[in-house]
């Protein structure tokens, strides 16, 4: 199956990477209270056979999904200076990836942040039972297929409007007040 990955560094095409520190921004340097409690939270819940986010490289089952994530923490992440470079988007494949909804972990972070139980939310990350549409996935390692240039804007506007109805399905199940969708 094609994934698609994106970092700050140049890989070569044909080469296998991972684990950690592959992705040693994403998740390694969010040292804040709730990040920490969060990956303690996901860890706890974890499936045996699955990998940690801790040391886990993501990816994504579209270039679109894959690029809404770097804008996403380029605008809105807690360590914004990480993605203000140029990001390389890559055509990966990944050996054993778990798969997981992709808009769950910000949503639990923002029940955390509001003092309310992430955990159905985790419960769901690691065994999905709603209509996700949206995906993540997770893996030790991966091998490059090629680097790719996210060029359709329109199909990435298309995307971002299914990850929407995944925030909305979230929002629905697990409310949050402050939260407006």
Known sequence: ???????????????TYGP??????AIQRRTDSYHVKLEADFEAARPKMAVSRKTA????????ACLSF???????????EDYSGF????????PNPTRAPFQ?????????????PDEPVIAEYWHPEQKWRCWEYLDSTLTVVERVTPENFLVRGAFNCIYMEDKRLSQRLWPIQALSI
Do not use: C
Not at 104 to 116: E, K, R, T, Y
């Open 1 to 15: 199956m094609d994934l698609y990955h994106v970092s700050t560094q140049l890989y070569e095409a044909g080469k």
């Open 20 to 25: 950690y520190p592959l992705n040693h921004f």
């Open 57 to 64: 490289i993501f990816a994504f089952d579209s270039i679109e």
């Open 70 to 80: 770097w804008e996403g923490e380029r605008d809105h992440g807690s360590r914004r």
């Open 87 to 94: 990001g390389y988007f890559y055509r990966v494949t990944m």
């Open 104 to 116: 769950l972990s910000g949503h639990a972070f923002f029940l955390l942040q509001l003092d309310l």
